[in-house]
């Protein structure tokens, strides 16, 4: 039961996007369009876990052991850097529409906070592996949803009525602090 509140918390009570905001580049750059908001959330949830995960393998089985703790970061950044690498070149070969749509935002999961936080958090959390697992999957999962959410509302705005003054990044910046809002309602949850 505690792997499913963990689980819980991360996607709706801690969303890395709403609560902590962090990853704020691709969550207002991408999420014009459903379809690479969709794309881009899958590739973050993919790079997240899989950086997570072999971080976390390094950090036990390597840093620590060596005494090297103080290598932690730039071991995640490398990693992090390869595994964004390696999901560009997949996007590139299978799906070209999806990575011409996702653009400069692709590369930029490189330096995107949130995928450093996680591997981090992990750590300093003193998670197990499990716990690192659902950790990495629930954190990208709540970036996923905010991010379709997100989109979707900007769709609509799309052929909404709005004051000039509020178009384009002022009117998102406002929905998404509502969205905040409504996620903290999620808090007595768990």
Not at 44 to 52: L, Y
Not at 55 to 82: D, N, R
Not at 122 to 143: D, M, Q, R
């Amino acid at each position: 039961m505690n792997l499913v509140s963990m689980f819980i918390a991360a996607v709706l009570i801690n969303n890395i996007v709403l609560s902590k905001f962090l990853g704020m580049c691709p969550f207002l750059g991408v999420s014009k369009k459903m379809s690479s908001a969709l794309g881009m959330g899958v590739a973050v949830i993919f790079v997240i876990f899989g950086a997570s995960v072999i971080s976390y393998g390094l950090y036990y089985l390597i840093l620590e052991p060596l005494g090297l703790q103080y290598m932690q970061l730039i071991t995640f950044i490398l990693v992090i850097a390869s595994f964004v690498q390696f999901v560009e070149m997949f996007i590139k070969k299978f799906s070209p529409a999806l990575y011409k749509s996702l653009g400069v935002y692709l590369p930029l999961i490189t330096t995107n906070c949130a995928v450093l936080y996680v591997a981090q958090q992990n750590i300093s959390s003193g998670y197990n592996f499990i716990e690192t697992c659902i950790n990495s999957i629930a954190v990208p999962t709540g970036f996923l949803l905010v991010l379709v959410i997100f989109a979707a509302v900007r769709e609509r705005l799309e052929s909404s009525d709005i004051p000039e003054c509020f178009k384009g990044n002022p009117i998102a910046l406002i929905c998404a602090a509502i969205m905040a809002l409504a996620f903290s309602a999620f808090a007595g949850l768990v």
